[in-house]
């Protein structure tokens, strides 16, 4: 947000990528922080306590999709195992774009060179954006279990084991 003077002095958050904001707790014992958000679309994507590398290796995998103005999303994960070198030069890793456009989520596997990423699995979808609770929510052809919070435009596809080595497409209605 370069044409905002209000950030060029703000020094404790920073943006990941183009659409997350970072926000850390740099105080030690402090539980609260103050954050400055330009004039966009936010959402309150994460306030819980940290958890490690790796214990969050042991997690299923949880999608979060922040719709922009225009009911789009993208973004994509870098998967490996989190110690060796040079993981892309020897193309042992995985890479998988996920693309939301309206009501629908797909996912594309770019590459799978990682051998840990088949046993990988999508335990949750959240969508934040979606104006209406959906009647029906499907993913990879089935229906599936959701809640919906009016109050967060949030839809969240629950219990999910989705494997992450085959494309992914949820969609509601």
């Known amino acids: 947000y370069p044409i905002d003077s209000n950030t060029w002095g703000v020094d404790t958050q920073f943006l990941w990528g183009d659409s997350l904001m970072v926000t850390p707790v740099l105080e030690q014992g402090a539980t609260k922080v103050t954050a400055y958000f330009p004039n966009d679309t936010w959402y309150d994507f994460y306030s819980q306590p940290e958890t490690t590398t790796t214990a969050s290796r042991r ?8 719709l922009n103005r225009t009911l789009d999303a993208w973004g994509g994960l870098f998967w490996d195992d989190g110690d060796t070198l040079d993981t892309e030069g020897k193309k042992e890793f995985t890479m998988i774009k996920f693309f939301s456009s309206r009501n629908t989520i797909s996912s594309q596997v770019m590459m799978s060179g990682y051998p840990g990423s088949k046993d990988m699995t999508l335990g949750s979808i959240r969508v934040y954006g979606v104006a209406h609770k959906p009647h029906t929510v499907i993913a990879n ?21 989705l494997p992450m ?7 509601w209605a």
């Open 141 to 161: 052809k089935q229906a599936v279990d959701y809640s919906y919070v009016q109050d967060a435009q949030m839809l969240s596809l629950n219990n999910l084991t």
């Open 59 to 66: 997690n299923q995998f949880g999608l979060v999709v922040a």
């Open 165 to 171: 080595s085959q494309p992914i497409e949820a969609l």
